[in-house]
């Protein structure tokens, strides 16, 4: 039986434990490119043993960002800051993680802390944000969104391929393209943004043929030896949205075009969301579970996993494959050696690269004198 701290193996890449930093936009990117923030913060991550580490979403066009401040691999200068990004993280023990993505109709927007409002497309720090169709998201999304034209979707599916070739040369290990939270891909799959009358909308197969040409274009240069997987918004949480039962048909089929594993989560195609289950714990577990058992693929999930005995029993039970983590992995670097102690772990330190944690082990001190509160034993 395996638990938060066993091994987990997909293709070639095995993970030192079942623990991932979620991928996390941090606004502190300059010209889309990463920097000693960035190095910091993942690096600092894996040296606290979390066993996969994502940076925040990078974009594969500039108009695929949240706001300027945010990371891109749309030119192969961007290249370098990704690549010290990945060497810190595998120094220190873990496995570095790539999401691309595009924010389609939910891009140009200011910082959160600055009111997390769209930029009109005329201002210097804004831009004509594109979609399926030509619907506002509303809320504080209020400009208006062009549709893409066919030939602008082939060139989305090849600014994919062009980033995971990038990101292949920058030293990532597992690349996963993020198709949820409202953002472009996402909103291909859901009728709320979608309203094609072409052969991207309409039915459900339509609606995943973005997916699956993305999917495809990415595997032709991404190695088969690495994971491939998507962040897939699986319920809109709306009578007119992506229903949680369509999200199993379209895993299935995306297996079949090489995804390697499902990390899924909400669509986040409306805020006129009817019931959403935030405040509760390990929310996406249940579906999470259903994916795994029905499609037979390896899942992930993220969303109130931080409580270390919940994520540990998720995980006990197979009931998914990797817990992933967000403001858990914010709030506290060493979550897993914490977690460790909380659980009691025979050997918390473990998770810790050899030359830290060779003092902690070998050079006791008092009691608690590490900083450490006493373990939950
Ligand atoms: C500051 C912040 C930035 C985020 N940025 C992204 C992102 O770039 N891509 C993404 O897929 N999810 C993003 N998320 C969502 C997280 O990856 C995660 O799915 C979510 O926070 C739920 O996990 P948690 O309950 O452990 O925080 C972000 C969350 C936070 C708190």
Redesign the pocket.
């Known amino acids: 039986m395996p638990d938060l701290f066993s091994p987990f193996t997909l293709k070639g890449v095995t993970l030192r434990n079942r623990i991932a930093m979620?991928?996390?936009?941090?606004y502190r990117a300059v010209d889309g490119k990463m920097n000693d923030y960035h190095v910091m913060l993942m690096g600092s991550r894996a040296a606290g043993g979390f066993g996969l580490v994502?940076a925040?979403?990078i974009a594969i066009t500039p108009d695929g960002r949240?706001g300027t401040s945010c990371a891109g691999i749309w030119d192969d200068n961007q290249i370098d800051g990704l690549a010290r990004m990945c060497r810190m993280v595998k120094a220190m023990g873990g496995v570095p993680a790539i999401?691309l993505?595009h924010t389609g109709r939910k891009g140009s927007e200011q910082k959160?802390w600055e009111g997390k409002r769209q930029i009109a497309p005329d201002h210097e720090d804004g831009w004509q944000v594109r979609g399926p169709s030509a619907i506002t998201y509303g809320g504080r999304y209020t400009y208006p969104v062009q549709e893409l034209s066919i030939p602008e979707i082939h060139e989305l599916h090849q600014a994919y391929a062009d980033a995971a070739r990038r990101a292949l040369e920058a030293g990532f290990e597992w690349l996963e393209m993020?198709f949820?939270?409202g953002y472009l891909g996402a909103s291909f799959f859901s009728p709320l943004a979608n309203q094609r009358t072409d052969q991207y909308g309409g039915s459900l197969e339509n609606r995943l043929r973005f997916h699956r040409e993305a999917l495809d274009s990415v595997r032709a240069v991404w190695p088969e030896r690495l994971p491939l997987t998507m962040?897939l918004g699986c319920d809109d949480f709306h009578p007119d949205g992506v229903k949680f039962e369509d999200s199993i048909w379209a895993v299935a089929e995306l297996k079949q075009h090489g995804l390697d594993l499902a990390d899924l989560?909400l669509g986040m195609n409306t805020d006129d969301v009817r019931d959403p289950p935030f405040s509760q714990a390990a929310f996406m577990v249940e579906r999470g579970n259903r994916v795994k058992r029905e499609v037979g693929i390896p899942v992930a999930v993220?969303?109130?996993?931080?409580t270390p005995a919940i994520a540990d029993q998720v995980i006990r039970e197979e009931l998914i494959d990797l817990v992933?983590?967000?403001?858990?992995?914010?709030a506290n670097p060493h979550w897993p050696i914490w977690a460790a102690r909380e659980l009691v772990h025979p050997d918390p330190f473990s998770l810790l690269p050899q030359d830290w944690s060779w003092w902690m082990k070998n050079r006791p001190g008092s009691e608690n004198s590490h900083g450490w509160p006493a373990a939950n034993t």
């Open positions: 979620s991928p996390m936009t941090m994502f925040e979403q949240t999401q993505g959160p993020h949820a939270h962040r989560s993220s969303w109130n996993l931080g992933f983590l967000g403001r858990p992995a914010l």
